[in-house]
């Protein structure tokens, strides 16, 4: 709905994008600063930051329920549902629930989920199953879902089949308690890495940046090692390593997928030049 703002022009919100018009209603790319200054121009843009931040809100937690493997229970997901920037990043999600997996389609206000399975048949479990979103890294083979979303003309709001996915290479050391992702990086480069891990939402103690999830119910911590801040501590960069949730250490050969996928996803982040967008 367009509202009449300063200086003839109109102001719109399109999900996020604050849209402009003249009241004859010709477009504008952007708000002048004079009507965004306006209070309704104010108004707006107060609105479109909440909006921005509520996204970015729902987002993270999809994100956090995807890694702790935490069944999500279908009364909070009929709750919140009907709000725009919870389905955005929940519509599509492949998930398993009732003992099948499929695409999450609709969620009615009763708590009946309705998924679409990997035939493109619509399967609908009992009122109140829980549903689990799927880490990429348990799904093997990701194209069948990428043809169904795309045979039926829909996409993920949230990236969960394109979240990249790292495999454990042969050969690996099963006793091995860490590796080395990027060995001999310069400390000009560790210094680049502790601030990848920073913005890319990583929490840095000790020297370490920090990847928190579950394993087969069990919550772990995936470490890369990005120096400390002081510029003469140890040169060495790049080890990565994982923990449990007393802080043992964990063999390599033990690791499950998903532990893994995100430990290495972290190092490619902080020292391999990838982003969020494409990791």
Known sequence: MWVSAARGYELALDGTTLRCRRTDGRDVKSPPKGVLADPVGERFAALRDRLVRHEEECRDTVESW???????????LARIWQDPGWRSCLEHLVVHTDGRTGLLVDVAEDGRVSVR?????????????????????????????????EAHG???????????????????????????AFEGEPFTAQWRARMNALENGFVVRGGFA?????????????????????????????????????????????????????????????????????A
Not at 119 to 127: E, F, I, K, N, V
Request: glycine content about 12%; aromatic content about 8%; overall charge negative.
């Open 154 to 180: 829909v996409a993920q709001g949230w990236a969960q089949l394109d979240r990249r996915v790292y495999r454990r290479p042969e050969g690996t050391d099963p006793q091995a308690t860490g590796i080395d």
């Open 117 to 149: 399975d990997e035939s493109g048949l619509l399967y609908g479990p009992p009122a109140g199953a829980s549903v689990t979103l799927l880490h990429p890294a348990l799904l093997g083979d990701l194209g069948p879902w990428h043809r169904l979303l």
């Open 66 to 76: 995807l890694l702790s493997g935490v069944p999500v229970p279908a009364g909070l």
């Open 210 to 278: 920090v990847a928190k999830f579950a394993e087969r119910f069990l919550r772990m911590e995936a470490r890369c090692w990005v120096g400390e801040a002081d510029p003469g501590a140890s040169e060495e960069a790049g080890r990565l390593l994982w923990v449990d949730e007393a802080e043992h250490p964990v063999a390599v050969g033990t690791l499950g997928p998903v532990a893994w996928s995100e430990g290495l996803r972290m190092a490619e982040l902080i020292y391999g030049g990838a982003t969020n967008d494409d």
